[in-house]
């Protein structure tokens, strides 16, 4: 997947009833995880089983709503309590590996500020 970096990642930790779909999903965003579904953020939703997850974006004109279920293994979701945590491209990336989205070995990004 790839998405401009401005575009912001949301988990929604806990667990979601993935018969859910486009409008189930963004009440979800709206009500629950208090952000707007037309930001053109992505929201990552996960089932209890942890071997579905759903990702629910507007692209200009509608709503995308990308699915993946794994057939043998489970996500690494996260056990966080709060109602939804924002992570980095990265992070989404390594979750949909089967990673956890906190890396011990992984390098720290570094953030430099050009002076003139």
């Given at each position: 997947m790839i998405f401009p970096f401005h575009v912001r990642v949301f988990l929604a930790t806990g667990y979601?009833?993935?018969?859910?779909?486009?409008?189930?999903l963004s009440i979800l965003v709206a009500q629950g995880l208090e952000r707007d579904p037309l930001s053109g953020h992505l929201f990552v939703f996960c089932n209890k089983?942890?071997?579905m997850v759903k990702i629910l974006y507007w692209d200009r004109n509608g709503f995308c709503?990308?699915?993946k279920r794994l057939e043998k293994q489970s996500f690494r979701w996260?056990?966080?309590a709060s109602d939804a945590c924002e992570i980095d491209h990265r992070q989404?990336?390594?979750?949909?590996?089967?990673?956890?989205?906190?890396?011990r070995q992984a390098h720290d990004r570094l953030d430099y500020a050009t002076v003139f």
């Open positions: 979601t009833d993935m018969r859910k779909s486009i409008n189930g089983r942890q071997n709503l990308w699915h996260p056990k966080s989404l990336v390594w979750l949909l590996e089967g990673l956890e989205i906190h890396q």
